[in-house]
């Protein structure tokens, strides 16, 4: 068979068509941040109560990527995808008709909690996998940019409906958004470079094709997972990630708005201020992808997370009424290392475990959804406790320099070794 080689590779338009998809996902993503104080207003709940619901949320988000993983591997990736978007789409509708906290638990906790897990960074991860031998860092970074710049910059848009229509229009918008999604996943995403008769961009013609796995995916997932936790490498990376995500999504990304709220911002300022962490991001992000490509991966993740932490420990002094200058650096910073981390993440998951890479950076980033939980329920039990979020913002800025040694610590194959050799190694 006579391998096509059209001018523009097709794995660019899997790459948009996965851009679209993520960017469009991660608006589901924004909802919790902006859902706090108007459920608050109405129902009489608590920050911590709020706040449970969020960290199930993204404890499913973690949890729920090996196995999606897996599952896209054994079932593909269009329709893991796409029926994840019908999940969010039902959980999203479903909180319209709620009237207790155990159903915001429920339907934003575990409907939404799962749908969004299997469209998290494991699904970038299997794109640039399957389709890209050459750019592999670049375009791990574009895709991951996606992901978070779609979230923070649907927040302004979110944070306006909370106060204007209300939260339940917001809550709609999400839904319907998700089943817009869903015709471009199943009508223009391929699952593999044969399915349309090519190989992946810089693999040499005739090279290996990859086949579909026949192994159940739970069992390949917890394989993975038990050959990797008998590793060093594996337990760095994990603890630094969980770090990254309570420094970012569960602090940064559930409470922001709630913090300056408290010091006299409007909600949609600061969700503006959140919108333009994401826009910077888009560029941090890039370069990282870059970079990883380049420059050992360990070292950067060092230099990102003691980064981090110095500017987490700055913040507590920047919150005003009125947006200081100050503050717009720290937004600008913040976005350019936002997730600036998950590029050489994946570059050192992919170099250390090979085929398993995938899987593996799956519960990498289950850990770092653990993180984001602990952290989201722990700052809003901080501030229902102190009445102000300080002891969190140090406390995690802490945490990110322990991340910063901890990655520099890490083993990993050079580009010339095989990664099956290191983690046969490390394994012993």
Known sequence: MTVSTPRVHRAWFVAGVAFVAILGAAGFRATPGVLIIPLQREFGWSAGTISLAVSVNLVLYGLTAPFAAALMDRFGMRRVVALALLLIALGSGLTMLMTASWQL????????????????????????????????????????????????????????????????????????????????????????????????????????????????????????????????????????????????????????????????????VAAGLLAVIGIFDIAGTIASGWLSDKIDPKVLLGVYYALRGLSLMVLPSLFAATTEPSMLIFIVFYGLDWVATVPPTVALCRRIYGADGAVVFGWVFGSHQVGAAIAAVGAGITRDQLGAYDLAWYGAGALCLIAAAMSLAIRHAKKDEPAATLHSRAAG
Not at 152 to 175: D, I, K, M, N, Y
């Open 105 to 268: 638990l429920l339907c934003w906790g575990v409907l939404v909690g799962l749908g969004t897990g299997s469209m998290a960074l494991v699904f970038a991860a299997t794109v640039v996998d399957r389709w890209f031998v050459r750019h592999r860092g670049l375009v791990t970074g574009v895709l991951t940019a996606g992901g978070a710049t779609g979230q923070l910059v649907f927040l302004p848009v979110l944070a306006q409906l909370a106060e204007g229509p209300g939260w339940r229009f917001a809550s709609l918008t999400v839904a319907a958004g998700a089943l817009a999604v869903v015709p471009f996943v199943w009508w223009l995403l391929r699952d593999r470079p044969e399915d349309v008769g090519t190989t992946a961009l810089g693999a040499e013609p005739g090279a290996v094709r990859t086949k579909p796995s026949t192994v159940n995916a739970a069992v390949r997932a917890l394989t993975v997972l038990a050959s990797a936790a008998r590793t060093r490498p594996f337990w760095l990376l994990a603890g630094g990630f969980a770090i990254c995500g309570a420094s970012t999504n569960g602090l940064v990304g559930t409470h922001f708005i709630p913090a300056a709220h408290d010091h006299g911002m409007a909600e949609p």
